[in-house]
Nanobody, 120 residues
Framework: QVQLVESGGGLVQAGGSLRLSCAAS????????MGWYRQAPGKQRELVAV???????NYADSVKGRFTISRGNAKNTVHLQMNSLKPEDTAVYYC??????????????WGQGTQVTVSS
């Protein structure tokens, strides 16, 4: 039902910036939260940032002050502005959506991922 399309990944030098975007499509659901996770080779997938329907936000300690998550004018979109990038930020970044169906059933969806590579 739900499709997530990610864009904005790429290769940048340390100290540079990237902006990731994710758009959700489908019907019959209410978005509770959208966010970004990342996974580096040999590492566990970890939360980067999340934004709720009420625009509350939460960030991993490692990205606070550098990354900003926001919703687009269309509330089925989310952006992650990444500034002051470090080589440690290199990972595949995944868009995540948590939704409610039929007023009570909760589901989680994942995008395919977009590669972010930060060179030293």
């Amino acid at each position: 039902q739900v499709q997530l399309v990610e864009s904005g990944g790429g290769l940048v030098q340390a100290g540079g910036s990237l902006r990731l975007s994710c758009a959700a499509s489908g019907s019959g659901f209410t978005i509770n939260a959208m966010g970004w996770y990342r996974q580096a080779p040999g590492k566990q997938r970890e939360l980067v940032a999340v934004i709720t329907l009420g625009d509350g936000t939460n960030y991993a300690d490692s990205v606070k002050g550098r990354f900003t998550i926001s919703r687009g004018n269309a509330k089925n979109t989310v952006h992650l502005q990444m500034n002051s990038l470090k080589p440690e930020d290199t990972a595949v970044y995944y868009c995540n959506l948590r939704s409610t169906w039929a007023g009570r059933y909760e589901s989680t969806y994942w995008g395919q991922g977009t590669q972010v590579t930060v060179s030293s």
